[in-house]
């Protein structure tokens, strides 16, 4: 069975970075889409940042220049690098695997990272 878990979660203060990680079992890791999507207190879950198959990348306006997502296909992980963190990107943040070709995705159960001003 599919499994993705996440770690690197935390309480960090404004203008600090924090590295998220997410290991994915039960899947052919290298076909997938992997990506990162946050949600906070009262709002809809968002895409973050996602890397293709091909390693193609695309992050969401409002974390473009702070945020780098990346893959290790050998280790089966996705890393999301995130730099000078503000209080607006307090959420839980989740891990993604989606497939065009098997018409699935899957989630991780979520890691909260909280940044105080």
């Known amino acids: 069975q599919v499994q993705l878990v996440e770690s690197g979660g935390g309480l960090v203060q404004a203008g600090e970075s924090l590295r998220l990680s997410c290991a994915a079992s039960?899947?052919?890791?290298?076909?997938?889409?992997m990506g990162w999507y946050r949600q906070a207190p009262g709002k809809q879950r968002e895409l973050v940042a996602r890397?293709?198959?091909?390693?193609?990348?695309n992050y969401a306006d409002s974390v473009k220049g702070r945020f780098t997502i990346s893959r290790d296909n050998a280790k089966n992980m996705v890393h999301l690098q995130m730099n000078s963190l503000k209080p607006e990107d307090t959420a839980v943040y989740y891990c993604?695997?989606?497939?065009?070709?098997?018409?699935?995705?899957?989630w991780g159960q979520g890691t909260q990272v909280t940044v105080s001003s």
């Open positions: 039960g899947l052919t890791f290298s076909t997938y889409t």
């Open positions: 890397v293709t198959s091909g390693g193609s990348t």
């Open positions: 993604n695997a989606a497939s065009i070709r098997y018409r699935v995705e899957y």
